[in-house]
């Protein structure tokens, strides 16, 4: 059993409507673990066979997600 083109679609619009909503300002500037002011972190999402090139910037917390932010970013292949 495939994908159909009709889940393909309904796939590539899911991925499309999470990302434009990831887009938004993001709703809470602290950690919710820690009390911190969030970060944000600049990600690039492109996805393979199709035009979708999206920008998005994700909240991190300096204290909580520390490793997350001292690391380099590098390039995530999603298949």
Do not use: W
Not at 30 to 53: E, K, V, Y
């Amino acid at each position: 059993m495939g994908i159909t083109p009709l889940s393909k679609a309904q796939i590539f619009q899911s991925i499309k409507n999470f990302l434009e909503q990831e887009s938004s300002p993001p709703k809470r500037r602290q950690c919710r673990g820690c009390g911190s002011p969030m970060q944000l972190i600049d990600a690039h999402f492109l996805l393979r066979g199709t035009a979708m090139n999206r920008k998005v910037s994700l909240p991190a917390c300096p204290v909580c997600d520390r490793e997350i932010l001292e690391k380099p970013a590098r390039p995530e292949t999603i298949h």
